[in-house]
């Protein structure tokens, strides 16, 4: 995103928390210093965020671990067998079903592990290179702007120059729908039923192992810095306009996707999951941070801030209701979601103008890097 800075202090607002304070200064003092650093900021509760991201990275790096772990188990197998992927199949077929199921069931639940803390990880300056790492950069090839900056290391000695995020790499060679990433010369019937049905994928070894490897090292980069980070009011409210008018961009996503598209989609990722569930997912870890931050809105205007949580939560609730009739069976067409999608990027950007003006109010930074 561009970068755009409300270039505001911080000081008026600590100068009213000083003059607020009672006759004895020493007493009072003590009380605030006594408190953590999260929850010391114009009235916001920030402890809340803290412990959602320090929770969640916790719950992804244990995934990560375990794709990781299965990576290695299946380069094993591969190089046992010379990397003759046919070799593979025929004497290993049952054991790397296993693995890459075992594989795929630890990327789903890695997904919402992510993508529930996105909107503060993507939405705060020190830590958003992790989003473009692990979730949102494009390969070099297809956006050299917005592309990861880091290269891909494989054990054979190659290299792949920013290739795209950790979660298209591993999803899309996982479910098979990247050529690029997949075992060559040899049909990925896992199931060893005669067919290739979709989702049924075959990686290519030194690729996986270098993906799910340096996929894990940075998931566990991005826990060390949840578990130093101390939300500020600043940071709170940034990832709330940041994050929330993002809504067009992720239903275009699910238009193209196979959820909406079908067989017809172009698109290689999302597959595991409906975007559906990651809108759903991103604005739930908003509800969340609005929650903590809103004691310090309501000083510039207390209705405004309760109509802007509550417009914040049936955005979610919006969201949440079409992931669950979709799931439930319902199949939308691209116009449907053309539709839902300026609906709910209507809504959002509603909600990022009322943030905005309350943070302009309070003096407090806005940061968009």
């Known amino acids: 995103m561009p970068a755009r800075r409300i270039l505001l202090a911080t000081c008026a607002v600590a100068a009213a928390l000083a003059a607020g304070c009672g006759e004895d200064d020493s007493d009072s003092g003590s009380e605030e210093a006594a408190k953590p650093k999260t929850e010391q900021a114009g009235g916001a509760d920030l402890a809340g965020v803290k412990s959602f991201l320090t929770d969640h990275t916790e719950a992804l790096t244990s995934q990560t671990a375990i794709l990781k772990e299965k990576g290695q188990d299946y380069y094993d197998i591969a190089e046992s067998e010379n990397f003759d992927y046919q070799a593979v199949l025929a004497n290993h077929r049952e054991e790397v079903a296993g693995l890459l199921e075992d594989s795929k069931a630890a990327f789903r639940k890695a997904n919402p592990d992510y993508e529930e803390m996105e909107g503060i990880v993507a939405g705060v300056v020190r830590l958003s290179k992790y989003d473009v790492i692990l ?115 992720y239903f275009e996503a699910w238009k193209n996707s196979r959820f909406v598209a079908g067989a017809k989609a172009e698109e290689q990722g999302f597959v595991a999951a409906s975007r559906l569930q990651d809108i759903a997912d991103i604005l739930s870890g908003l509800v969340l941070t609005y929650e903590g931050v809103e004691p310090v809105i309501r000083k510039s205007d207390p209705q405004q801030a309760k109509q802007t949580g509550e417009s914040l939560k049936q955005l979610h609730a919006f969201a949440a209701d079409l992931r669950d009739k979709e799931a439930a069976g319902k199949k939308f067409t691209a116009e449907e979601a053309d539709t839902l999608g300026a609906r709910a990027q209507d809504q959002a950007e509603a909600i990022a103008g009322q943030i905005t003006q309350a943070a302009a109010k309070l003096n407090i930074e806005i940061v968009e890097g």
Do not use: H, Q, W
């Not at 920013?162 to 050529?179: M, R």
């Not at 070894?205 to 894990?216: E, Q, T, V, W």
């Not at 980069?221 to 130093?228: M, Q, S, V």
């Open 135 to 249: 979730d949102a950069g494009a390969s070099g090839e297809e956006d050299p702007e917005s592309a990861v900056p880091f290269d891909l290391e494989l054990p054979n000695g190659k290299t792949l120059e920013k290739p795209g995020n950790f979660f298209f790499l591993l999803e899309t060679s996982l479910f098979g729908t990247n050529p690029d990433f997949a075992a060559k010369g040899v049909k990925p019937d896992l199931d060893g039923d005669g067919k290739v049905a979709f989702g049924e994928g075959l990686p290519e070894a030194n690729f996986y192992l270098a993906a799910s490897r340096d996929m894990d090292k940075y998931a566990n980069e991005l826990k060390t810095k949840a578990e130093e980070f101390e939300p500020t009011e600043s940071d709170a409210l940034s990832a709330l306009v940041i994050m929330t008018p993002t809504m067009s961009e």
